[in-house]
């Protein structure tokens, strides 16, 4: 049964449209698989090792983030309590993991806001006059003969 289909090879040439194209285009087309469910990326170890080659699980590291600025009334960023972490404990550990933590933990300082590399560039713009393109948009639409 042909289904309204007629053969590629006898209708492509005329339309312009190349076989491949005409066939993807009867296909239906595919839907998205969402992954949202599914973590992205390596599992997370929860742990991680001193200098002497002793494993200490997240949950230590994030008691010790906790008794580090216990005192201070303020939030911190993540490279103090990594500093403190492997000078204080001896851990061998990346920022990014310390960053993780204090993430879990909600101690990380608000971001701050990017200024701009150029500041006040956006004033240095001529200003538009609408004017101008009015008139050639009104000239273009009228053509060549009706200018002579």
């Not at 090879?9 to 296909?27: A, D, I, K, M």
């Not at 698989?33 to 200490?56: A, L, N």
Request: glycine content about 8%.
């Amino acid at each position: 049964m042909d289904h309204g289909r007629v053969q590629c090879f006898h209708r492509t040439p005329h339309c312009g449209v190349s076989r491949s194209t005409y066939y993807n285009w009867l296909q239906p087309p595919k839907k998205k698989e969402k992954h949202d469910s599914k973590p992205v990326g390596r599992p997370i170890p929860g742990y991680c090792f001193t200098k002497q080659g002793k494993k200490v699980s997240d949950e230590q590291i994030k008691e010790w983030i906790m008794e580090a600025i216990a005192g201070d009334g303020y939030s911190y960023g993540y490279m103090k309590p990594t500093h403190h972490l492997r000078q204080e404990y001896g851990l061998v550990i990346n920022k990014k993991r310390v960053y993780r933590l204090c993430k879990e933990l909600d101690i990380l300082k608000p971001q701050r806001e990017r200024k701009s590399i150029y500041p006040g560039t956006e004033t240095l713009q001529p200003p538009i006059s609408y004017g101008k393109w009015i008139s050639n948009m009104d000239i273009s639409q009228g053509g060549i003969s009706s200018l002579v």
